[in-house]
């Protein structure tokens, strides 16, 4: 299938499509998505570029960059809110949005790539929360939650009709758990313990992997509606496949240490979970 | 005490007030109208700001899609309550956060509708720098809400305004009524006084504290003027009752009128000869009592006393009795209260219109038999006569003389006589048409003129032999006198006309003529004239002939009758005309003159005359004339005075010889006169300015009429010798030499009798009046020699010694 896949997406290469600049969209979420023109604390992820510019970074960035690269095709990338990416692919007015759960509802507009890395979701709750933390979905019920709006949590408390609140950012939402009357804040592992730690407060809070919701990945979403978005998916699915192959990919995935699947980072080692 | 709402004070104050509210309102709208426009900016201000401070969050909002954020945005916003309604909007048009309550339901919300709308739209797009447009706020703004401030305060300030306005009102109302009101209220009562009271005052008395200002300087300016009216008053009084005594003390009726014909005033003359009252004359019109006055008239009086003409109109008044008299109106215009009036003074001319008609009867009627008289006869026969001759007809002249009557008259007295003569007229009368006419000539003598008999000769004899027959007859029956039957026969003497040129007085003559002829044939019966016809055309033929040459040939001469005072001196003389021809011997002038007027030889005939006089009245002058003289009369013929250079002619007679024309007299005859006045007048005006003096001969045979005698510039009148004739045994002659000399002394022209032949004709005459004659009881016409003498010796007339001088 691969092979296949390969042979289809060399054939989509015409010589007119490569040399082109690709513009994807993203939200600040480091590790995986890096605004370096507002994110200090990510200067050491930078990379600069020949011309002396610092280029966004993150490990989904650098992984789509290098995969689209080796596949002779420049890309670029839009930092916005979520939701605006969203809203976007949805209308079509992007070609693709990154990171990307899989989620029913946004099946409905956008086709996904092949997984471009992996995510764990965290119940993430004070150290000095006096309740249970719950290990399944359900457990949410009784529980004050919040999740960012917009994020694929939503969907999935809405899809189990639990109860919850949104904030507007993942700082958001860390401050409310931290500092607020909520109790769990239901976001992703990797992120959310990215900017915890960023915001200087990681080891007062404790991550908790639900126990029936395996680790996802991310994509690119391709708009649905965005002119030529299958074939870019297609060479996209080459490029990683090929960087892959030649241990690129491991590379990168190692510079931020997210190597495989259900991997901790690094950084993260010590937590209980 | 004047109502409030007509007082000085009073208009004052709501002239003010209104001004002050007028202006006020102008004001207060002008600082409601700045309000706004200040208003207008602070509401836009206002809903910006809240908008400015609500934009950041709206951009994040927007920006990341957060309706949870655009909530709170969109909640902040609705905290002003003049938002009623407000959204946010992403860059696509979805609606992030919206929220809406219901408008106020202000009952001034119509006010907002007009000042700024019902709903005011704000809408502000939300961009991320640079630009990036992620979406907008739209609100919409309660108008009411957002101008409910500034409507209270303009209400606000319209009311203070209106209050304000209000008490300065009422205040100036009272500040008016003391200033100037009331002062003004004293001084109107102190007015009111003034004329109330029986004695005048002087004037108005100062007011307390407004000696310096402008009431009293008013106060003072009214006692000046009322100072001066009183004089002014007073001196009209004295004048009005000035005028007043010279119009009812006017001999004359005198009516002022407006020129409408409304009578205004009246004297009590008018009064009397109209025999009304003043209060009902001054109801009526002119055209009331007057009928032949109308609006008209008047114009055409007032027209020609503005342009300098004098109007004096003969007209008729109706008393109040409904009688009829006649009057003569002079006008004026009068100014009166800035009105032009008309003043007529009116004259009743009854009485002399009474002494016209007199003198015209005696003139021409026989008062005894109330038969037209000779003149009469004379006019109608020559009126009949050229009737005659136009048309062709015969008629005839009648002249009758009683046989005997100086028998009776003798035996039965001049009563009787008289009696006589009247029965006679009614019997004469009885027998003739209505177109006939029956005179008395004189004495005994009547004359009946039948004007028309027939086409034919002996038709026309037949007709008048039968009527002579027929008064046979009529004067063969007795007539019943004094219980007497007195019988008296007539001679009739007949003339026919018309035949050749025979005039009135020939064919006179003829029928004269032919009565002698009866009588002589044993009288009581009647004789035609025929025979003398022709010869008396041929006469006429052959004095015609000579006269031509009798200037030439000194055929002609002057004689001059003496003119006399009541002394008895010399007072003048009257050239008179004698031709003496060689074979025809002495014409008398009544056969010539009438020829010459007739052929024009008059003209040079009355040169001649006039030249000779003045060198006669030069040779007098010379030989010195005595203080009395006064006049040489010169008779002028009725052709040579309508002659167009008769005037020159004089002037060049005066300059040829070098006479004083103040000795000259031209006498005129009344026939003369009365055609063409204006024209004689000015001739006669020529004359007087180069020393002429006017006299009228033969007064009292001709028209007589006043109204032109009174326009003539005439010096004296000369009474006919007719009249003087049979002045002694005639009462009707005596009473028109009477009524000729009171008006000749009414109208101040001097009077000479002619024809004085008795010294009995010469006392009746000056028991008249009379103060002037002439006539052959004082002297015959004398030659140039003998003239020169009598002016010599001033001798005292009569003048016996001279009879048998001509």
């Not at chain 2, 400015?52 to 309550?81: E, T």
């Given at each position: 299938?691969?092979?296949?896949?390969?042979?289809?997406?060399?054939?989509?290469?015409?010589?007119?499509?490569?040399?082109?600049?690709?513009?994807?969209?993203?939200?600040?979420?480091?590790?995986?998505?890096?605004?370096?023109?507002?994110?200090?604390?990510?200067?050491?992820?930078?990379?600069?570029?020949?011309?002396?510019?610092?280029?966004?970074?993150?490990?989904?960035?650098?992984?789509?960059?290098?995969?689209?690269?080796?596949?002779?095709?420049?890309?670029?990338?839009?930092?916005?809110?979520?939701?605006?990416?969203?809203?976007?692919?949805?209308?079509?007015?992007?070609?693709?949005?990154?990171?990307?759960?899989?989620?029913?509802?946004?099946?409905?507009?956008?086709?996904?790539?092949?997984?471009?890395?992996?995510?764990?979701?965290?119940?993430?709750?004070?150290?000095?929360?006096?309740?249970?933390?719950?290990?399944?979905?359900?457990?949410?019920?009784?529980?004050?939650?919040?999740?960012?709006?917009?994020?694929?949590?939503?969907?999935?408390?809405?899809?189990?009709?639990?109860?919850?609140?949104?904030?507007?950012?993942?700082?958001?939402?860390?401050?409310?758990?931290?500092?607020?009357?909520?109790?769990?804040?239901?976001?992703?592992?990797?992120?959310?313990?990215?900017?915890?730690?960023?915001?200087?407060?990681?080891?007062?809070?404790?991550?908790?992997?639900?126990?029936?919701?395996?680790?996802?990945?991310?994509?690119?979403?391709?708009?649905?509606?965005?002119?030529?978005?299958?074939?870019?998916?297609?060479?996209?699915?080459?490029?990683?496949?090929?960087?892959?192959?030649?241990?690129?990919?491991?590379?990168?995935?190692?510079?931020?240490?997210?190597?495989?699947?259900?991997?901790?980072?690094?950084?993260?080692?010590?937590?209980?979970? | 005490?004047?109502?409030?709402?007509?007082?000085?004070?009073?208009?004052?104050?709501?002239?003010?007030?209104?001004?002050?509210?007028?202006?006020?309102?102008?004001?207060?709208?002008?600082?409601?109208?700045?309000?706004?426009?200040?208003?207008?900016?602070?509401?836009?201000?206002?809903?910006?700001?809240?908008?400015?401070?609500?934009?950041?969050?709206?951009?994040?909002?927007?920006?990341?899609?957060?309706?949870?954020?655009?909530?709170?945005?969109?909640?902040?916003?609705?905290?002003?309550?003049?938002?009623?309604?407000?959204?946010?909007?992403?860059?696509?048009?979805?609606?992030?956060?919206?929220?809406?309550?219901?408008?106020?339901?202000?009952?001034?919300?119509w006010l907002a509708e007009l000042l700024v709308g019902r709903i005011i739209f704000f809408s502000t797009p939300l961009i991320v720098e640079p630009d990036l447009r992620v979406g907008q706020i739209n609100v919409w703004v309660d108008g009411a809400i957002i101008t409910s401030d500034f409507v209270s305060r303009s209400i606000r300030v319209l009311l203070f305004g209106l209050a304000r306005n209000l008490v300065l009102g009422i205040a100036l109302l009272g500040l008016f009524y003391v200033l100037t009101s009331r002062p003004l209220a004293q001084l109107t009562q102190q007015l009111k006084q003034l004329d109330q009271q029986a004695r005048r005052p002087k004037g108005l008395t100062y007011l307390d504290g407004h000696q310096e200002d402008e009431l009293g300087i008013l106060v003072e300016t009214f006692n000046q003027v009322?100072?001066?009216?009183?004089?002014?008053?007073?001196?009209?009084?004295?004048?009005?009752?000035?005028?007043?005594?010279?119009?009812?003390?006017?001999?004359?009726?005198?009516?002022?009128?407006?020129?409408?014909?409304?009578?205004?005033?009246?004297?009590?003359?008018?009064?009397?000869?109209?025999?009304?009252?003043?209060?009902?004359?001054?109801?009526?019109?002119?055209?009331?009592?007057?009928?032949?006055?109308?609006?008209?008239?008047?114009?055409?009086?007032?027209?020609?006393?503005?342009?300098?003409?004098?109007?004096?109109?003969?007209?008729?008044?109706?008393?109040?009795?409904?009688?009829?008299?006649?009057?003569?109106?002079?006008?004026?215009?009068?100014?009166?209260?800035?009105?032009?009036?008309?003043?007529?003074?009116?004259?009743?001319?009854?009485?002399?219109?009474?002494?016209?008609?007199?003198?015209?009867?005696?003139?021409?009627?026989?008062?005894?038999?109330?038969?037209?008289?000779?003149?009469?006869?004379?006019?109608?026969?020559?009126?009949?006569?050229?009737?005659?001759?136009?048309?062709?007809?015969?008629?005839?002249?009648?002249?009758?003389?009683?046989?005997?009557?100086?028998?009776?008259?003798?035996?039965?007295?001049?009563?009787?006589?008289?009696?006589?003569?009247?029965?006679?007229?009614?019997?004469?009368?009885?027998?003739?048409?209505?177109?006939?006419?029956?005179?008395?000539?004189?004495?005994?003598?009547?004359?009946?003129?039948?004007?028309?008999?027939?086409?034919?000769?002996?038709?026309?004899?037949?007709?008048?032999?039968?009527?002579?027959?027929?008064?046979?007859?009529?004067?063969?029956?007795?007539?019943?006198?004094?219980?007497?039957?007195?019988?008296?026969?007539?001679?009739?003497?007949?003339?026919?006309?018309?035949?050749?040129?025979?005039?009135?007085?020939?064919?006179?003559?003829?029928?004269?003529?032919?009565?002698?002829?009866?009588?002589?044939?044993?009288?009581?019966?009647?004789?035609?004239?025929?025979?003398?016809?022709?010869?008396?055309?041929?006469?006429?033929?052959?004095?015609?002939?000579?006269?031509?040459?009798?200037?030439?040939?000194?055929?002609?001469?002057?004689?001059?009758?003496?003119?006399?005072?009541?002394?008895?001196?010399?007072?003048?003389?009257?050239?008179?005309?004698?031709?003496?021809?060689?074979?025809?011997?002495?014409?008398?002038?009544?056969?010539?003159?009438?020829?010459?007027?007739?052929?024009?030889?008059?003209?040079?005939?009355?040169?001649?005359?006039?030249?000779?006089?003045?060198?006669?009245?030069?040779?007098?002058?010379?030989?010195?004339?005595?203080?009395?003289?006064?006049?040489?009369?010169?008779?002028?013929?009725?052709?040579?005075?309508?002659?167009?250079?008769?005037?020159?002619?004089?002037?060049?007679?005066?300059?040829?010889?070098?006479?004083?024309?103040?000795?000259?007299?031209?006498?005129?005859?009344?026939?003369?006169?009365?055609?063409?006045?204006?024209?004689?007048?000015?001739?006669?005006?020529?004359?007087?300015?180069?020393?002429?003096?006017?006299?009228?001969?033969?007064?009292?045979?001709?028209?007589?009429?006043?109204?032109?005698?009174?326009?003539?510039?005439?010096?004296?009148?000369?009474?006919?010798?007719?009249?003087?004739?049979?002045?002694?045994?005639?009462?009707?002659?005596?009473?028109?030499?009477?009524?000729?000399?009171?008006?000749?002394?009414?109208?101040?022209?001097?009077?000479?009798?002619?024809?004085?032949?008795?010294?009995?004709?010469?006392?009746?005459?000056?028991?008249?009046?009379?103060?002037?004659?002439?006539?052959?009881?004082?002297?015959?016409?004398?030659?140039?020699?003998?003239?020169?003498?009598?002016?010599?010796?001033?001798?005292?007339?009569?003048?016996?010694?001279?009879?048998?001088?001509?």
């Open positions: 299938m691969p092979l296949y896949a390969s042979l289809f997406a060399s054939m989509l290469l015409s010589p007119f499509s490569v040399g082109q600049t690709l513009t994807l969209s993203a939200e600040h979420y480091p590790p995986y998505t890096i605004d370096v023109s507002t994110d200090t604390d990510t200067t050491n992820l930078a990379i600069t570029n020949i011309d002396g510019k610092k280029m966004h970074a993150g490990l989904d960035i650098e992984l789509i960059r290098h995969a689209y690269a080796v596949m002779g095709v420049d890309t670029k990338f839009k930092f916005s809110p979520w939701k605006r990416v969203m809203r976007n692919v949805r209308l079509g007015n992007i070609l693709g949005g990154i990171s990307c759960r899989r989620t029913k509802s946004r099946e409905a507009f956008a086709d996904f790539s092949n997984p471009v890395s992996q995510s764990g979701l965290a119940f993430i709750t004070r150290s000095d929360f006096k309740g249970k933390i719950p290990q399944y979905l359900a457990g949410l019920k009784s529980l004050n939650v919040v999740i960012v709006s917009g994020y694929a949590q939503q969907s999935m408390l809405e899809s189990r009709r639990i109860n919850y609140s949104t904030a507007s950012s993942l700082t958001q939402g860390l401050n409310l758990v931290q500092h607020r009357d909520y109790d769990v804040f239901f976001s992703g592992w990797e992120g959310s313990a990215y900017e915890a730690k960023r915001l200087g407060y990681l080891d007062k809070l404790v991550f908790t992997r639900p126990a029936t919701i395996a680790t996802n990945a991310f994509h690119v979403c391709f708009s649905k509606m965005y002119a030529e978005s299958g074939k870019w998916r297609l060479v996209l699915n080459e490029g990683l496949e090929k960087i892959r192959i030649q241990g690129a990919m491991t590379t990168i995935k190692q510079k931020y240490g997210i190597q495989g699947k259900y991997d901790s980072m690094s950084y993260l080692a010590g937590n209980k979970n | 005490m004047l109502p409030l709402r007509k007082r000085l004070s009073y208009q004052q104050a709501k002239w003010a007030l209104l001004l002050v509210l007028f202006l006020g309102s102008i004001v207060s709208v002008a600082q409601i109208v700045i309000d706004w426009q200040h208003e207008q900016k602070h509401v836009d201000a206002r809903v910006e700001k809240i908008l400015n401070i609500l934009k950041d969050p709206a951009i994040q909002a927007a920006y990341s899609l957060d309706r949870q954020l655009a909530a709170q945005v969109i909640s902040g916003l609705m905290k002003d309550d003049a938002i009623f309604e407000a959204e946010l909007k992403d860059d696509f048009g979805g609606i992030i956060a919206r929220q809406r309550v219901a408008p106020s339901d202000d009952h001034l919300g009322w100072a001066s009216r009183d004089q002014t008053e007073s001196l009209l009084a004295e004048k009005e009752a000035y005028f007043r005594a010279v119009m009812e003390q006017s001999g004359e009726a005198l009516i002022l009128a407006d020129l409408e014909g409304n009578i205004l005033d009246v004297n009590a003359e008018a009064c009397r000869s109209l025999a009304y009252d003043s209060d009902e004359l001054v109801k009526l019109t002119l055209a009331d009592i007057d009928a032949n006055s109308s609006h008209r008239s008047i114009v055409i009086w007032v027209r020609a006393i503005e342009e300098g003409r004098p109007v004096s109109i003969d007209s008729h008044f109706r008393r109040k009795d409904g009688l009829v008299y006649p009057v003569e109106i002079r006008c004026n215009l009068v100014t009166l209260n800035g009105q032009k009036c008309l003043l007529a003074s009116i004259r009743d001319m009854s009485e002399r219109r009474k002494a016209e008609d007199r003198v015209h009867y005696l003139a021409y009627y026989d008062d005894l038999t109330k038969l037209p008289n000779r003149r009469l006869l004379q006019n109608r026969l020559e009126l009949t006569l050229s009737v005659a001759r136009r048309h062709q007809h015969i008629g005839a002249l009648l002249f009758l003389d009683l046989d005997r009557f100086k028998m009776v008259n003798d035996s039965l007295g001049h009563a009787a006589g008289d009696e006589l003569l009247a029965l006679t007229a009614v019997r004469i009368k009885g027998c003739l048409r209505e177109e006939d006419t029956a005179a008395r000539i004189g004495g005994d003598e009547f004359v009946i003129l039948v004007p028309e008999l027939s086409d034919d000769l002996s038709v026309a004899q037949n007709l008048v032999r039968q009527l002579a027959q027929r008064l046979l007859v009529e004067f063969s029956l007795p007539f019943n006198i004094r219980d007497q039957s007195v019988y008296i026969t007539v001679s009739i003497g007949i003339s026919l006309f018309p035949f050749n040129d025979a005039t009135g007085s020939d064919l006179l003559q003829q029928a004269d003529t032919a009565m002698y002829q009866t009588k002589a044939k044993g009288r009581n019966g009647y004789y035609f004239y025929r025979a003398e016809m022709q010869t008396h055309a041929n006469e006429r033929l052959i004095i015609e002939k000579a006269l031509h040459l009798a200037i030439e040939n000194a055929e002609l001469s002057l004689q001059y009758q003496p003119q006399v005072n009541a002394q008895g001196e010399l007072s003048g003389f009257e050239a008179l005309i004698r031709w003496n021809h060689p074979t025809l011997g002495r014409v008398p002038p009544d056969r010539f003159i009438p020829i010459a007027e007739e052929t024009g030889l008059i003209l040079s005939i009355g040169r001649w005359v006039m030249v000779e006089a003045c060198h006669q009245l030069l040779i007098l002058q010379a030989k010195g004339l005595p203080k009395t003289f006064k006049r040489l009369a010169i008779n002028i013929s009725p052709r040579q005075f309508a002659d167009d250079g008769f005037v020159d002619e004089v002037r060049d007679v005066l300059r040829l010889t070098g006479a004083d024309a103040s000795f000259l007299e031209l006498e005129l005859t009344e026939g003369m006169l009365v055609k063409n006045i204006d024209a004689v007048i000015l001739k006669m005006k020529t004359l007087k300015q180069l020393g002429f003096s006017f006299s009228i001969d033969d007064f009292g045979t001709g028209y007589s009429s006043l109204r032109y005698l009174k326009h003539l510039p005439l010096d004296l009148l000369k009474v006919d010798q007719s009249f003087v004739r049979d002045i002694v045994w005639d009462s009707n002659s005596r009473a028109i030499v009477h009524t000729i000399i009171a008006m000749a002394s009414h109208l101040d022209l001097a009077l000479i009798a002619e024809g004085v032949e008795t010294d009995e004709e010469r006392q009746i005459l000056s028991k008249l009046g009379c103060k002037n004659y002439q006539g052959y009881y004082f002297s015959r016409p004398v030659n140039a020699e003998l003239l020169v003498s009598l002016v010599g010796h001033r001798v005292e007339f009569p003048l016996l010694r001279v009879e048998s001088i001509e």
